[in-house]
């Protein structure tokens, strides 16, 4: 299922993240990253109260040790964006988020904690400049980790 929402500026919508492995969750970093799930962030901000942002895909699944890259779309117009995890206490990840990305720049989430498991709620912060203005419409997709 795919998420195309038209936002106001402060408008935010809730997804999560999902690792799917077997065991428990632990706070040890796994090794460097084996493959890379990727997600694509479109973004069009037109004004304050008309702007739209989706990802591709909604849910990104991925396999334990793997890394999650999110970049913009060659189409946007975003100026940045940060992904920030809805509970850190819970994140797969061993990097330190926010993770931020740009027009020239991915963001990435690669050292997964080892025998991560479930579904992880994050958040997509886009910022947009139009006519001099600046503001900030954010998104909540899913991360899943398979085994």
Known sequence: MRLALAFL???????PLAVRAAG???ARPAAAARDTGTVIVYA???AEQNTMIRVDPEQV??????AVAWRLADETNVVDFAISPKEKSKWPYADTPPYRGGR????VASRMKQKAKGTYAY????????DGH??????????VVDE
């Open 61 to 66: 699944h991925v396999r334990q040790g793997d």
């Open 24 to 26: 428990a969750t632990s």
């Open 104 to 107: 020239s720049r991915r963001a």
């Open 123 to 130: 958040a997509v912060s886009v910022t947009c400049r139009v």
């Open 44 to 46: 069009s901000c037109a």
């Open 134 to 143: 600046v503001f900030t419409v954010d998104l909540d997709p899913d991360v």
């Open 9 to 15: 500026a402060a408008a935010a919508v809730a997804a």
